[in-house]
């Protein structure tokens, strides 16, 4: 007659010790924090998905600067932006953003594509963003705002496999 084995004698496969050990909460905290530690904040774990997951197309900002004091590479001295005009660098962006996209769409193009305005249409819309900037003098007085401003278009381009390239425009300036 044959031996039947004992089941306690026999190997346990690897993940149902793991699953053991992991209902103990004293042990599953460790590995959990070595597990998060060893991830760390890369895809596609992040979340910030502006650093996860990259989109090929180029970025751009805008940022504020003094026109009455020129700097390297032919542009103007950055100014402060929430002490000159009381608005965050992020919230103008989104100001420019926002009226680039309309004009995007009286033109029929399509709303999205900032690159492709023509150079006098965002002049006219930095011209506009310029008075706003000037007319929020009421709220941050005049000492930290400049006598001539003028606003500075950056665009980064991150392509795979090239390059990270940055390239300045000057958009509008002050009379």
Not at 112 to 117: I, K, M, R
Request: include cysteine.
């Amino acid at each position: 007659m044959t031996e039947l084995s004992d089941p306690q004698s026999s190997p346990r496969p690897w993940w149902r010790w793991l699953g053991e050990i992991c209902r103990k909460p004293i042990i599953a905290l460790p590995l959990l924090i070595w597990l998060c530690r060893e991830v760390q904040e890369f895809y596609p774990f992040s979340h910030f998905p502006m650093y996860s997951d990259p989109r090929p197309v180029p970025q751009f900002y805008v940022y504020l600067g003094d026109a009455d004091k020129p700097a390297e590479g032919g542009l103007f001295e950055p100014v402060a932006m929430q002490h000159a005009v009381g608005m965050r660098a992020a919230k103008a962006k989104k100001v420019y953003q926002d009226k680039l996209r309309t004009a995007n769409k009286k033109l029929g193009r399509e709303p999205d594509d900032y690159l492709a305005l023509p150079a006098d249409e965002k002049r006219k819309i930095g011209e506009d963003l310029l008075a706003y900037f000037r007319k929020r003098k009421e709220i941050v007085g005049d000492e930290a705002m400049p006598d001539r401003m003028a606003l500075i278009e950056v665009t980064v381009n991150l392509l795979p496999g090239e390059p990270m390239r940055e390239e300045a425009t000057l958009i509008a300036t002050e009379p």
